[in-house]
């Protein structure tokens, strides 16, 4: 079974906006084993709505819409929808009743613009939005199903979960698409396909592979169709084993989770505690961590050291060690690091200085250059990096080498 | 001049990856007056590969792929394209120079995997990568210009500003989208379009408005085309001029950046200082002031308090205000805005205490319940907000509620 993902919205077509829905939708579907064909973008106007919808529906049997289904004049999608769908908008009484509870719960008055909102085509089953006001709707025709859903990513999201999942489900067989992630950081893609080449040309011709980069770290992704899906991790759980004593150091890990999870996790299963004391990445790592759920259990605090006051006075760096060899250097970020961890009374600490850039960068210390330190009780790593030219990034590639650093000393102190 | 976007990669449609390429390309295409017409993704497979190229060039004259160009075996693209545009692959010699060169300067072995990037279609001409491997591509067939780029963003953006833009410019005319933005915040969309119905209805025909809305914001969009970008300017910037006194209090900016660009910029012009103090943000905010370039001009730093401890310790939060408030109260915040501005000497010191769940919730204290300070020399304002159930989204629009509350700070003490 394939599906088309259709997102609507001009928002989307002069990139004002990041589509995050259909990443999304993609790892969704692909789950319950349907197969995402392609996934496309179309503006705020009816003809290209229609023509989009008429494309996806004869690409495959499932399409998916989010977007176009706001209160507001620009969102289009309904009206199109009843001439496709040879419908009429009726007033839906379940959905007006939901509209007026939401307005009156949050003491705000209903318009006109919301009520319009419960109008819905008469050929359409309504897909209830618990927590907002557009509803999505579905309609089935000879060829396909079709899911439209609202743009908001909480709202559709939760629609999809409640409603449309039930009914995919009901369409799918035993048979499942599965992956399996392998986290590799410190090595390059081309050394690392070299590397791995004996081991990938081996693979089964139903395993797939895939070389899947981001700032300082490569996934590889094996995927196989399966009817158990006990027995389809198993095989590709044995061809990671067959893989990992190739790769030796530069494995991080086996679990389809982020770095900072994966972080995370080791300090909780080892009931140790981390802060950080960040400098270039200015809060980055803090955030990465916090955004996890549970964060709590073993993230204590950080202090964001910008400015060399605030390093002097809150993380108590020695004036002499900054004016001796400057901010972005390996003697600060090691006392940063050790007085992050007695300071806020942590078992690990990161400390991370550099110049991410653009500007600030000298012949002696360019840009790119970076300093990152690990304090634990049994001792400091300090490592330089040397990035690349783009500020994004080096703040991104200093977070990655940083939790790497900590998630090895991590390893090491369990052994 | 209309433009298809086509983005490749098995990872795109299995949502591993969010695709952020499109929407940078698409806004740098709308800069230069061409309009997107739709952009789609497509997986690794040679058929569907073709199919998306073929499909692209009838939909529009100017077609732009982004990625499958790598060294490693899952990456198709220059095969495909051999096929479509009757093509062999042939050595580049300018291209294999620069490999070597690129594995000279790192002190790393050239590889076979590394020498077949130099392999290009003979009917393309080469847009050469400055920062990578693999080239860029373009082919000139009956019906459009096909620009074919590497998938790593920073790669992609590099060949695109400075091999394709030019040709671009030289096919468009004097016409221009222009967009014109303005920022609102606290004001719900279906409520905000109530507001400015009588302004929407008078806009001009050639002139159109989109709702953008993001957690705890709405941009309002204008767009038109125009010969003159300096009169079409003027024309939107009119309109505008006309909406301001109707959303009164709600506005935030009429500029085309970001909430935590605003507060920087007019940081940097009032020469003030801010700091945070971040207890359920976890350094979000933060993160989003430090990944703006220059942003070391008024940012000193901050104390990320996720426990207790470091609230006391390094905030110096008096313990009895945690034992009988609690860490998320108004009195807390209080304590911790004011105690940064003085311990990292900043004029303006912005804190957030608050429950950003999925768990840590009570009847008393629930999640999405998040109080925020803002202390300047004159003052500190403390709100409350409830917000929803989802972490994410909490941390967002409490960043959002935070930074508009510090702009509003610093406007005020500027009148």
């Known amino acids: 079974m394939e599906a088309t993902i259709l997102t609507i919205g001009d928002e989307l077509l002069i990139g004002q906006v990041i589509d ?12 319950i084993g349907i197969t995402v064909k392609t996934r496309f973008s179309v503006g705020d106007n009816n003809d290209e709505i229609r ?29 199109v929808l009843c001439n496709v769908f040879d419908s009429e908008l009726v007033e839906n009484q379940e959905v007006l009743e939901h509209i007026a509870g939401f307005f009156a719960q949050r003491n705000l008055p ?66 499942k698409l599965i992956h399996q992630n392998m986290v590799v950081s410190g090595i390059g893609e081309s050394f690392l396909s070299d590397m791995i080449q004996p081991w990938e040309q081996n693979l089964p011709e139903d395993v797939s592979l895939a070389y899947l980069p981001s700032p300082g770290l490569i996934r590889l992704r094996l995927s196989a169709f399966t009817k158990s899906e006990k027995a389809g991790r198993g095989k590709l759980q044995l061809l990671f084993d067959a893989l990992r004593p190739l790769i030796k150091d530069y494995f991080v890990s086996d679990r389809d989770e982020k770095l900072s999870e ?77 007085n992050a961890r007695s300071l806020l009374k942590t078992d690990f600490s990161i400390a ?23 304090a634990s009780a049994k001792e400091t790593t300090v490592e330089e990096f040397h990035f690349g030219d783009f500020r994004e990034t080096n703040i991104a590639r200093s977070g990655v080498a940083a939790m790497n650093m900590c998630i090895k000393a991590l390893r090491k102190g369990r052994k």
């Open 20 to 31: 995050t829905n259909s990443a999304w939708l993609a790892s969704q579907l692909n789950e």
């Open 51 to 79: 023509d989009a919808i008429f494309y996806a529906t004869e690409q495959s049997s499932v399409v998916i819409t989010t977007g176009g289904l706001g209160p507001t004049s620009d969102d289009k999608t309904s009206e």
């Open 110 to 175: 209903l318009t006109d613009v919301n009520k319009r909102q419960a109008l819905v085509p008469d050929r359409a089953k309504v897909l209830f939005n618990h927590l907002g006001t557009a509803p999505g709707l579905y309609f089935e025709d000879a060829s396909a199903h079709i899911f439209v859903l609202p743009g908001v990513p909480f709202e559709m999201k939760d629609i999809f979960t409640r409603e449309v999942l039930p009914i995919l489900k009901s369409f799918t067989g035993s048979g």
């Open 262 to 338: 994966t972080l995370l996790r080791e300090l909780l299963e080892a009931r140790k505690t981390i802060s950080t004391a960040e400098s270039c990445t200015g809060g980055y790592i803090a955030h990465q961590l916090t955004s996890i759920p549970g964060s709590s259990g073993a993230f204590w605090g950080s202090v964001i050291a910008y400015s060399n006051d605030v390093k002097t006075n809150m993380l108590r760096v020695n004036e002499d060690t900054l004016s001796k060899f400057g901010a972005v250097s390996a003697e600060t970020v090691k006392e940063m690091a050790e």
């Open 352 to 374: 991370v200085s550099g110049i991410a850039g653009p500007d600030g960068g000298s012949d002696e210390k360019p840009v790119g250059l970076v300093y990152i330190a690990v």
